[in-house]
């Protein structure tokens, strides 16, 4: 596609819920990454994908956050359980080696009730 | 544990005005750093892309510059426009490996033009 595509743009769920946010980067692209953007605060680094290696998790918050990617394309990030505390904006980002910086989606909004 | 802030927090300016966002870095070990627009409810824009051999990049009225020594990058934007209103990311890249590796953000300058 032209950009990167997350959806939905919107979800509200229920404390205790898992839910699961996807994102299609731009095609071609290697590199895939989610951040996390709470209300007043800078973008947090989750999750890194580059081509087939192993991704780098580094920045995942808990083990009820997990994310795949599938065929080197789409990803989709797991929330298990979630809390209150995990309401924020999730973005994604794509870009390919040597490109001049990353793409980001819109994001998804999540808010845990 | 690379560290990135950004000055002032929130602007509010007549429209017509030069002005300045500053951004600092606590490793100049750098690979690059980028500077984002987010408006309210989308995503992140890219506006320039400054690499650690490079001093300064242009963009029509936005041009950012980049003192790697030193740690600071500064996007000045020139007769500022109401439709420049929006939040102001820096983001410094820190591996060589891809475009957004290790991306570290600061919190963002929230800047309003008033017209």
């Known amino acids: 596609g032209a950009g990167v595509s997350q959806s939905p743009s919107n979800k509200v769920t229920e404390k205790g819920k898992d839910v699961e946010l996807r994102c299609d980067p731009i095609?071609?692209?290697?590199?895939l990454y989610w951040y996390r953007q709470s209300l007043g605060q800078g973008l947090e680094f989750l999750i890194y994908?580059?081509?087939?290696?192993?991704?780098?998790k580094s920045g995942l918050p808990s083990d009820r956050f997990s994310a795949e990617r599938t065929g080197g394309s789409v990803s989709t990030l797991t929330i298990q359980r979630t809390q209150q505390e995990d309401s924020a904006v999730y973005l994604c980002?794509?870009?390919?080696?040597?490109?001049?910086?990353?793409?980001f989606g819109q994001g998804t909004r999540l808010t845990v009730v | 544990k690379q560290e990135v802030t950004q000055i002032p927090a929130a602007l509010s300016v007549p429209e017509g005005e030069n002005l300045v966002l500053n951004c600092s870095f606590t490793?100049?070990?750098?690979?690059?750093l980028q500077w984002f627009r987010q408006d309210p409810g989308k995503g992140l824009t890219s506006l320039l892309l400054?690499?650690?051999?490079?001093r300064e990049q242009t963009s029509g009225r936005l041009n950012a510059s980049l003192d790697k020594s030193s740690g600071r990058s500064t996007l000045y934007i020139a007769a500022s426009q109401p439709g420049d209103s929006a939040t102001y990311l820096c983001?410094?890249?820190?591996?060589?490996?891809?475009?957004?590796?290790?991306?570290?953000f600061g919190k963002g300058t929230h800047l309003i033009i008033q017209p």
């Open positions: 095609s071609g692209h290697t590199a």
């Open positions: 980002a794509s870009s390919s080696r040597g490109a001049v910086g990353a793409f």
């Open positions: 994908f580059q081509g087939n290696s192993a991704p780098d």
């Open positions: 400054i690499q650690s051999s490079q």
């Open positions: 983001a410094v890249g820190m591996y060589s490996g891809g475009g957004a590796d290790g991306l570290t």
């Open positions: 490793d100049s070990a750098i690979y690059n």
